[in-house]
């Protein structure tokens, strides 16, 4: 049986990453704003009709870094074993994680990955894209999520789980940024991760019992 499909299949991929690569490369050394489609397509050494057939805005060159992550948390919730609940699923999957030092944890010191994140969260349009990602994210896990909920039940549950994960990476990021390493974070990191799940498990129960305004009458 011929591999032609397969090969095919491998060389496009090869090509996704070599414009990716070679983007977020120009972006880094120079600006995301200060180089252009075309630049990044002559030093890439196709043409720009080509480039485009890979990605249709210069920001999605940028995010195809993060492409192997989206539909993670649906294909996690998906794939547990019999028995295991979705929040323990997720939560042993965040945990293993920051374990490796996956950079979409935000628990990762290494230059390059800082350096990408920086490029990242600093370039609004990229920001704005990439809440293009979250969204598509948050709506294959709410299509993963059974039980017998409402619709608008598993929108809120995967709204709220996909916050978690984002807010925690951001933590992680942030101490990272402000001088901490990995391995010195990995235990707290762990701990937060634990502390927000159970959060989640129950129900935001802390936040039903503030009925009273800080400084203020209820």
């Known amino acids: 049986m011929s591999d032609t499909g397969g090969l095919r299949e491998r060389k496009k991929q090869q090509m996704y990453r070599r414009l990716s690569d070679t983007a977020i490369a120009l972006f880094l050394d120079r600006g995301f704003e200060q180089v252009t489609v075309a630049t990044v397509a002559a030093t890439a050494d196709v043409s720009k009709p080509t480039l485009f057939r890979y990605f249709p805005t210069k920001e999605d060159l940028v995010l195809h870094r993060l492409a192997d992550h989206e539909g993670e948390a649906a294909r996690v919730v998906?794939?547990?074993?019999?028995?295991?609940?979705?929040?323990?699923?997720?939560?042993?999957?965040?945990?293993?994680?920051?374990?490796?030092?996956?950079?979409?944890?935000?628990?990762?010191?290494?230059?390059?990955?800082?350096?990408?994140?920086?490029?990242?969260?600093?370039?609004?349009?990229?920001?704005?894209?990439?809440?293009?990602y979250q969204e598509r994210d948050e709506a294959a896990l709410a299509a993963a999520l059974d039980g017998g909920m409402s619709e608008i039940e598993r929108r809120l549950a995967a709204g709220q789980i996909a916050?978690?994960?984002?807010?925690?990476?951001?933590?992680?990021?942030?101490?990272?940024?402000?001088?901490?390493?990995?391995?010195?974070?990995?235990?707290?990191?762990?701990?937060?991760?634990?502390?927000?799940?159970?959060?989640?498990?129950n129900g935001l129960a802390a936040v039903s019992r503030m009925d009273e305004r800080p400084g203020g009458s209820t």
């Open 78 to 132: 998906t794939a547990r074993p019999t028995g295991d609940s979705v929040l323990n699923a997720l939560l042993r999957h965040f945990l293993a994680g920051l374990e490796r030092r996956d950079p979409v944890t935000g628990l990762n010191d290494e230059a390059e990955v800082l350096a990408f994140h920086r490029l990242l969260y600093a370039t609004p349009s990229l920001v704005a894209r990439l809440h293009t």
């Open 163 to 201: 916050a978690v994960r984002r807010i925690l990476a951001q933590e992680n990021w942030r101490r990272i940024e402000a001088g901490g390493t990995a391995a010195q974070l990995h235990p707290d990191a762990a701990a937060a991760a634990r502390a927000a799940f159970a959060q989640l498990e």
